[in-house]
């Protein structure tokens, strides 16, 4: 099936379209899986820790490329809408840019201040710090190319080519798996190795796109063109990308906060279980997130059309899609869980105990995660950011992270893994004050 912003929505279609966004964004999510499952069981459980401590922070910084993508993606798409093909170029290239210059600025700023950075996170030991700081400092310098690439993901879909961006994800996979293999268990690099080895795929993502961009010159399709930042543009792509850079920053800020509490509780061992979850739950949200990168465009180009039934019917199948692949996927994980720890820490009988345990019990939550995820991007879609932001905003840091300290406080050591089901419920009440309240404004 051809992919168009344009037309009906039904199941199928849906289905359809948002499987090669799936694909991309679950590829994407393999970098800290793969280099976590190379490290845990070439290198030792401190590096497996110090990469883990350290990759919120690096999504901190490297979340700046996906809220100029998600932003921009729906003004661009907004602007195709309304029929206006060079002026969305020119603000593709603006965003684009403007990437590229926030990239070398954060990524130099993030490489003179990791050391400090590291401590913040709660790192003790010279050996688990000095592990962080290497994996942390390799990633700042690579940091243009990983903003690219997540910054260029919403755009495959804007540019009518999905199956592209997943092709490119594949081969950022592909490379990540290699050469982990081959700096890893070849050249025996360590952690080093799986850093160098997540950059070089991220090369591929972020300048292969370019390249392609740069040399599509035919009238009539999204393309780079010559470079004019247009203020007013760039403001209003962060601020309708906020909410996306709102959600990784509160996602890195409350596993920092689980990362502290588990240490806490349990010491390095909970933080080992915790980043197991965490390589299960990427896979689970980039699989949401891959359907909102497809939806969110559609529902922008709709909106800037003027077509309120196909909003109504693209938001009403979202929410049954969503909430049925959320049931199964919970199902899924109680299934998969033993062979998940298995893979990680499988040679440590009680962390494979503890991290199985845990599995089972924050997995529930993705019954609900799609909905909530979906709604914010929906808001974005529509270019409210502010609202978006708000959804994400409580979502993390005023739900989660006040469930990371409240329910440990009250059940103990087991309650940690219950807070983000409790959270999610919150949100979901949330989430459909906002749909009910704004639905008058935008006719959906």
């Not at 199928?12 to 590829?27: C, D, F, T």
């Not at 903003?147 to 592909?174: D, H, N």
């Not at 409350?254 to 299960?280: F, K």
């Amino acid at each position: 099936m051809k992919i168009e912003l344009g037309g009906h929505y039904g199941y199928r279609r849906l289905i359809v379209s948002s499987l090669p966004g799936m694909a991309m964004m679950i590829i994407g999510s393999l970098y800290s899986i793969v280099d976590g499952l190379f490290v845990s069981n070439c290198v030792g459980i401190t590096p497996f820790a110090g990469l883990n401590l350290v990759w919120p922070a690096i999504m901190v910084v490297g979340a700046l490329g996906l809220m100029i993508g998600s932003g921009g993606s729906a003004i661009v798409s907004r602007m195709l809408g309304q029929g206006n093909m060079d002026r969305a170029c020119r603000t593709f290239t603006s965003l684009v840019a403007f990437c590229i210059l926030l990239a070398v600025f954060f990524g130099a700023l993030m490489f003179l201040l990791m050391p400090r950075i590291v401590l913040l996170l709660g790192a003790t030991g010279d050996e688990l710090i000095r592990n962080a700081v290497l994996y942390g400092r390799v990633f700042a310098v690579g940091m243009p190319a990983f903003m690219l690439q997540m910054a260029f993901q919403p755009f495959f879909m804007v540019a009518e080519k999905p199956e592209l961006g997943t092709a490119v994800s594949l081969a950022c996979g592909v490379t990540n798996m290699v050469l982990d293999a081959m700096f890893m268990v070849v050249f025996k690099m360590g952690l080093f190795g799986a850093a160098l080895a997540s950059i070089l795929a991220c090369c591929v993502g972020g300048l292969f796109p370019l390249w392609y961009f740069l040399r599509r010159r035919e009238e009539g399709r999204l393309r780079l063109t010559s470079v004019k930042f247009e203020r007013p543009v760039l403001v209003e792509a962060c601020t309708n990308g906020s909410s996306e850079y709102v959600g990784n920053i509160a996602f890195s800020l409350v596993s920092m906060c689980y990362n502290l509490q588990l240490m806490r509780l349990y010491g390095e061992g909970g933080v080992a279980a915790y980043s197991v979850i965490m390589y299960i739950g990427y896979v689970f949200v980039a699989m949401f997130s891959g359907y909102n990168l497809t939806v969110a465009p559609v529902a922008a180009y709709n909106y800037g059309a003027g077509k309120r039934d196909e909003l109504h019917s693209l938001l009403c199948k979202s929410l049954r899609l969503l909430f049925a692949l959320g049931v199964l996927l919970a199902l899924l994980a109680e299934v998969l869980a033993a062979p998940a720890a298995r893979l990680f820490v499988g040679y440590d009988p009680e962390m494979f105990a503890l991290t199985v345990h845990a599995e089972r019990i924050y997995m529930l939550s993705f019954v609900l995660t799609g909905v909530t995820l979906f709604t914010s991007a929906w808001f974005t879609g529509l270019g409210n950011g502010m609202v978006s932001a708000v959804l994400a905003f409580t979502r993390s840091i005023v739900f989660e992270m006040g469930c990371v300290f409240l329910m440990p406080a009250i059940f103990g050591p087991n309650g940690i893994w219950y807070s983000v089901i409790v959270a999610e419920a919150g949100n979901l009440v949330l989430c459909a004050v906002m749909l009910a309240r704004f639905r008058p404004r935008y006719g959906y």
